[in-house]
């Protein structure tokens, strides 16, 4: 069995959003603590499309916080080039909230999660009752791996961007440390109330 401590999850937001998150937490969008001024970086056909995909469960993909099990995602890639029409958000403007299977369990999160891209039809759902064999039912590899076009393996993108689902608001407790690019994103995030134990440069973590 994988050792859940170091099974991280990751979710990335616009660091101008951290100062909320410190306070009530990654909130969800039905929330009564969500915030009002909150800055997306994602790509909102996407959002519209999860937020109305049906899961195997019956629930919509938009009644959960998503975190992936990796970094430097495709979809990273697309918010650091402004591409799908997005406006290019410059790394250091993105922050990761890094949390662990384990400490989700830990504070008793509800939580879902799937072996690939959630709106993909080939991926499939799990729940804590599978957690024994997580590092079976993903393909660790893939996650991890630096790139996911592979001409030989054509599904190799969907397997990379698994996801972790939580159906509820995930309190700051939650959150063991934040990823920045650089010294000037590690400062801000001081100036915030973060501690500065909690914070790693990372720029492998990025495009």
């Not at 100062?19 to 519209?48: C, K, V």
Request: aromatic letters at 12%; one cysteine or more; glycine letters at 4%.
């Amino acid at each position: 069995m994988a050792d859940l401590n170091k099974m991280y999850l990751y979710r990335m937001t616009h660091i101008d959003n951290v100062p909320h998150i410190l306070q009530f937490g990654i909130t969800h969008r039905n929330s009564p603590n969500r915030n009002p001024h909150f800055i997306p970086i994602g790509d909102r056909s996407l959002i519209t499309t999860r937020n109305n995909f049906v899961l195997e469960n019956g629930r919509q993909i938009g009644d959960y916080i998503p975190f992936y099990f990796g970094y430097r995602m495709p979809m990273l890639y697309v918010i650091q080039k402004g591409y799908n029409n997005l406006p290019v958000v410059p790394p250091e403007q993105i922050v990761y909230c890094v949390s662990s299977v384990a400490k989700m369990i830990e504070i008793n999160l509800d939580f879902i999660f799937t072996n690939g891209h959630a709106v993909d039809s080939f991926s499939s759902c799990y729940s804590i009752r599978d957690i024994d064999k997580i590092d079976e039912l993903l393909d660790i590899n893939a996650i991890q791996d630096k790139y996911w076009k592979d001409d030989d393996d054509l599904d190799k993108k969907r397997r990379k961007e698994a996801e972790f689902l939580i159906s509820e608001d995930v309190p700051s407790v939650a959150i063991l440390g934040f990823v920045v690019y650089n010294e000037q994103a590690k400062v801000k995030l001081q100036t915030m109330g973060v501690d500065t134990a909690q914070i790693h440069i990372s720029k492998k973590h990025y495009f």
